[in-house]
C-alpha cells in the first residue's frame, strides 16, 4: 500500500506569486517624483515605501500620479502611468 499526502487539488492558473515578484501588475502612488535609474523616486505600495523608476527613459512622473508596476529590477519597482493617472 502507497501512503500518499492528501493535498488541496489546485486550479489551473491559480498560481499566486508572493513578495516582489508578486508585485507586477499592481498599481502604486507616487510619493517622490519618478525619472530614470539614475534618479529613482518612491512610490507607496502595499502600505509600504519602495524606490521606483519610471518604464519610459527621460520622463518624470509627478508626486499623486498612480502608477502601475511593470517590472521589478535589482529591488526597483519599474512603473508607468495608469489611465487615471
Known sequence: MIWRRWT???????AMLNGV???IGETAVVTNPVSGRHQ????????????????????TIDVG????????????LVVY????G
Not at 500620479?65 to 526597483?76: E, I, K, P, Q, Y
Not at 502611468?81 to 487615471?84: G, S
Open 8 to 14: 488541496r487539488p489546485q486550479k489551473a492558473g491559480s
Open 21 to 23: 515578484p508578486g508585485m
Open 40 to 59: 529613482p523616486g518612491s512610490v507607496r505600495a502595499r502600505g509600504e515605501q519602495w524606490y521606483a523608476v519610471s518604464m519610459y527613459p527621460g520622463t
Open 65 to 76: 500620479t498612480t502608477v502601475m508596476v511593470a517590472d521589478v529590477d535589482r529591488g526597483l
Open 81 to 84: 502611468p495608469t489611465e487615471d
